[in-house]
């Protein structure tokens, strides 16, 4: 059976410093690169065959640490970036003779970039919550359908995260690949609500660690048989 990876990025330098960080790309910190390689060790048993990523270097640089640390993941394969996962007819600079048993095909899309976060971005958190109340601020991260000033609300990010999925990564479990995404707290979010059919108001308790893998087992109807956190 097909096994889907969730697979939130690692710490980012951001993320330490406790900032509000959305769509401003900023890199993993050293031990964000270390969480990456843990969730590699982790998955040494799995394989993967196709994966995808946000257009944030955070979950590009998360994905070919978690698939380059422990070669075995790959099967031997060599992950390359496929740079335009919106298009389905692709005909771009980077074409060559595919030998597909020899590549794993790595699927960056802004369709699993972060939630937007407006005006916070580059604010610290705590320093807003004590500015704008903490029950505000906790509705800003947390709720389904209040956008934070000037950002997009969860629901908007589910908006284009889960067609996404659906339409293109969902087809790939259907035909028996296995599949790792290296995304964002509340892009991965917004799928795992989809996927486990959580209604809104069971959203705000679901919180993501960075670099901890979620594995999935899907049947050929792309429905959900079980899942696994690898938080050990
Ligand atoms: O700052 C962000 O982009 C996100 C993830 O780090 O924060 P939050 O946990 O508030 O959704």
Redesign the pocket.
């Known amino acids: 059976m097909p096994i889907l990876i969730l697979l939130r990025h690692g710490q980012s330098l951001w993320?330490a410093d406790n900032l509000?960080?959305?769509w401003v790309d900023v890199p993993l910190s050293e031990r964000g690169r270390a969480e990456a390689t843990i969730a590699s060790c982790k998955l040494r048993d799995y394989r993967v065959d196709v994966c995808y990523t946000s257009l944030l270097f955070r979950a590009m640089e998360t994905a070919v640490i978690c698939l380059t640390e422990c070669d075995d993941i790959c099967g031997g394969k060599t992950p390359i970036f496929k740079h335009d996962a919106d298009d389905p007819d692709w005909h771009g600079w980077d074409r060559y003779q595919v030998d597909p048993t020899k590549e794993l095909p790595i699927f960056p899309s802004s369709k699993l970039d972060?939630?937007y976060?407006g005006d916070l971005q580059g604010l610290n958190?705590a320093e807003t919550a004590a500015k704008f109340g903490q029950e505000q601020v906790q509705e800003w991260?947390r709720s389904f359908d209040v956008r934070p000033p000037g950002g997009e609300s969860l629901e908007d990010t589910m908006n284009r995260a889960v067609p996404f999925f659906c339409d293109r990564i969902l087809p790939h479990l259907k035909q028996g690949d296995n599949v790792l995404i290296s995304a964002?707290?509340?892009s991965l979010r917004a799928i795992i609500m989809y996927l486990d059919r959580l209604a809104p108001e069971e959203v705000p308790g679901l919180e993501l660690m960075t670099g901890v893998p979620i594995v999935y087992d899907i049947d050929a109807q792309g429905n959900v048989v079980h899942k696994q956190v690898l938080d050990k």
């Open positions: 993320n509000f960080t959305g972060e939630r976060y958190k991260r964002h707290g509340n």
